[in-house]
């Protein structure tokens, strides 16, 4: 994963200015934004894939001890 994912709003203020805030990267931990509404600077980092939602989609809706 090179490539850097873009935020549409802040996550704090909710203001669409963002700019890529260089100088700051560091590897693995995801790439810094800077709001430039509230002035916060903030990163958007990958965690995984969510499992709950392919897994266990046809085991939860066996209610009945039929
Ligand atoms: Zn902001």
Request: net charge negative.
């Amino acid at each position: 994963m090179s490539e850097r994912a873009a935020p549409y709003y802040c996550p704090y203020c909710g203001d669409e200015d963002l700019v890529p805030h260089e100088g700051d990267g560091e590897k693995g931990a995801g790439y810094a934004w800077a709001c430039l509404s509230c002035s916060r600077v903030f990163r958007v980092k990958f965690v995984g894939l969510r499992a709950a939602g392919a897994a266990g989609a046809g085991t939860a809706r066996t209610d009945g001890n039929a």
